[in-house]
């Protein structure tokens, strides 16, 4: 498989490259991220709340 490198990503302590054959793990991390900024939000706002 022939695929182009576009560069690298830093993205939860991992290198992910920007090639072809990385995009499914590349999606797959960003939905786990998203899920985590979610929740993060959550707390925060639970925090405020009770300030």
């Known amino acids: ?3 182009e490198k576009l560069g ?3 993205v939860d302590g991992r290198i ?6 990385s995009m ?3 999606e797959s991390t960003l939905g786990v991220l998203s ?4 929740s ?3 707390k925060i706002n639970k925090i405020l709340s009770e300030i």
């Open 40 to 42: 993060s939000i959550v």
């Open 1 to 3: 498989m022939n695929s």
């Open 35 to 38: 899920k985590q900024k979610e």
């Open 16 to 21: 992910i490259n920007l090639d072809n054959a």
């Open 24 to 26: 499914e793990m590349l």
């Open 8 to 10: 690298e990503v830093f």
